[in-house]
């Protein structure tokens, strides 16, 4: 009986893993075919699965796509935004936490009330902000009085999208350092100052190093939000500006009377390998953060 009771959760674990499994199966099996063979029995099995490192060659060789362009404006994009938000989100929280006033109250639930704005509520206004904030900081002219195009630009380029994450992504980030912050000992922080460390110091030489575990749930949480967002790229950089994200790029093989179906999901199986890779060496962080931060203090 002990044994059935232990073997039912596993398997229904195991069940759920399949469930979850089947889209990323039925990727990579028909990137492993031709447009035709995918419409004709999608869910057949490949004659070879070799075929899938033909689409994959002429994914990364397609003009359209710009693979190696678009993989390293993806990186900028994601590394630069989560580094932002651990920053912002670690001191905010730090400073909501060890302040004890109505005010800090107040403003801590401002944040957590602005987790559950849906986005669609706030895409158009984004845009038509960071329009706004170009247009009065004359960016767009003073690029090109000084000899550097377009660069210095909000939208379209990477301080826009960058900014438009950073302001996404950090009230559930001070949502979850608060909770693990209240764990750390406050006599950490008064040692510290004590022997005469600055507010500044204690943060980054005490109390940021033992945030680590929550750090690194941040920064796999939010990073693979950004390395797979497809709907806040494309309001903020355009489908056709110089800089396109992976997202952006595989959506270049869907045509208005044609998809080439072999190559978007060859596409898609790229746009996935690095962020399962980096997963997989991080995920212990996941749970032990999650837990620490809405268990503790």
């Not at 070879?48 to 060789?61: G, H």
């Not at 580094?83 to 006033?101: E, Y």
């Not at 960071?130 to 247009?135: D, G, N, R, V």
């Amino acid at each position: 009986m002990r044994i059935l009771k232990k073997s039912i959760p596993e398997a229904i674990a195991i069940l759920i893993l399949l469930i979850y499994m089947i889209p990323f199966a039925l990727i990579l099996i028909n990137a492993s075919k031709s447009t035709v063979d995918i419409l004709r029995d999608p869910i057949a099995m490949p004659e070879s699965f070799t075929l899938i490192f033909k689409n994959i060659a002429e994914v990364y060789a397609s003009p359209n796509v710009q693979y190696p362009s678009a993989f390293m404006s993806s990186v900028i994009i994601t590394v630069i935004s989560c580094a932002l938000i651990v920053m912002i989100s670690s001191m905010a929280a730090w400073v909501l936490v060890r302040t004890k006033t109505k005010l800090s109250s107040a403003i801590f639930m401002m944040f957590v009330a602005a987790m559950v704005i849906p986005f669609q509520v706030v895409m158009f206004p984004l845009v038509s902000w960071l329009f706004q904030i170009e247009s009065f900081l004359g960016l767009r002219a003073i690029g090109r009085s000084i000899g550097v195009g377009d660069s210095l630009r909000i939208l379209y380029n990477y301080p826009g999208i960058i900014l438009a994450y950073m302001g996404f992504g950090t009230s559930l980030s001070i949502f979850l350092y608060h909770g693990f912050i209240k764990s750390v000992p406050l006599e950490l922080e008064e040692a510290a100052m004590i022997d005469g460390a600055s507010k500044s110091g204690t943060f980054f030489k005490i109390v940021f190093p033992i945030l680590k575990p929550i750090t690194m749930t941040v920064i796999i949480l939010n990073g693979i939000w950004i390395w797979n967002d497809f709907l806040l790229p494309m309001l903020v950089l355009g489908s056709f500006g110089g800089v396109q994200t992976l997202p952006l790029a595989v959506s270049s093989f869907v045509g208005s009377f044609s998809k080439k179906w072999d190559l978007i999901l060859a596409a898609a199986l790229m746009v996935m390998a690095p962020a399962i890779v980096v997963f997989l060496f991080l995920q212990k962080y996941i749970m032990k953060g999650m837990v620490d931060g809405s268990v503790k203090g």
